[in-house]
């Protein structure tokens, strides 16, 4: 069985910086598409950002553009996400996802990810 494992969440402060790691335990696939989303307290789950399978192509959710960078290693079959200058609103767990199927591009849809990670919270103090 497959799990997407996060790791990179804590507590900062307004300002400061996190980089988020996402990497399959067990059995790995070559990932097509890659995405974070994240759901704050009392809220829906969200798009953050994806990336698609080679990594030339990106999306972000408009709020975290120019803030947040998504990136992967396919060597490591790892996504990241870096996170810059933070802010309480950012406050949520964040979850890595995953496609193992063929998928040519990069898509906000929840329902084209087939693996999810257990989340990592993060949390920032103004």
């Known amino acids: 069985q497959v799990q997407l494992v996060e790791s990179g969440g804590g507590l900062v402060q307004a300002g400061d910086s996190l980089r988020l790691s996402c990497a399959p335990s067990?059995?790995?696939?070559?990932?097509?598409?890659m995405g974070w989303f994240r759901q704050a307290p009392g809220k829906e789950r969200e798009f953050v950002a994806a990336?698609?399978?080679?990594?030339?192509?990106?999306s972000y959710a408009n709020s975290m553009k120019g803030r947040f960078t998504i990136s992967r290693d396919n060597a490591k079959n790892t996504v990241y996400l870096q996170m810059n200058n933070l802010q309480p609103e950012d406050t949520a767990v964040y979850y890595c996802?995953?496609?193992?199927?063929?998928?040519?591009?990069?898509?906000?849809?929840?329902?084209?990810?087939?693996?999810w990670g257990q989340g990592t919270q993060v949390t920032v103090s103004s």
């Open positions: 996802a995953a496609r193992a199927t063929l998928y040519s591009g990069t898509t906000y849809s929840e329902g084209a990810y087939e693996y």
């Open positions: 067990g059995r790995a696939f070559r990932w097509s598409v």
């Open positions: 990336i698609n399978w080679n990594g030339d192509s990106t």
